[in-house]
């Protein structure tokens, strides 16, 4: 009898356990509207490895996210903006880097790679894929990694994590990340 009344309490934890998953699974979706696909983290690490050849992944964060708060393993650095000497609302302000296409045209052949981009959260990866395509890379071959390397903010006030980045993104579903820097990967006009 023991077994069976142990049995039953299992099963019930184990449903409650699958629904509590179910309500926290995260959905991806893009942030804004941009040329090219769009690939949630899991994807984009299953592409690079299918074709680490010719399928890179772009942060196209500031050079201080990228070597401060970390990035994906083999992960190209070269940023969209850079961070100015000037405050704004929020902070140090972002200026655009004028070089952005130029900079992936020299580290990458428009015929034959795939570029995923990725940013903190995927607002700037989306601006950078519609730059990529503007450049000369297929749209076939441009995508968003959605969710970005932190992901976005908690909104909900009543959690613990409130504004905090727990959505889904490369760190928070435990894809490869490190804080190592390569030469061969940092932004390259910084190495010359």
Known sequence: MKSVKHIAAMVVVVALLLCAAAAYA???KANKEHL???LTPKQALEMVMK???HTFVVDCRTRPEYQLVGHAEGAYN???NFWSNKLGE???TETPNPNFGQDLLKRFNPKTDTLLMICRSGNRSCQACNEAIKAGFDEAKVFNVMGGFEGGKDKDKD???HGKRTGGSWKNEGQPWTYS???DLLYQ???Q
């Open 26 to 28: 995260f959905e991806y």
């Open 36 to 38: 090219g696909g769009d």
């Open 51 to 53: 074709d680490p050849a």
């Open 78 to 80: 070269v940023p969209i």
């Open 90 to 92: 929020k902070g140090y």
């Open 159 to 161: 959690s613990p994590t």
């Open 181 to 183: 820097m390569s030469k």
């Open 189 to 191: 006009p910084d190495v």
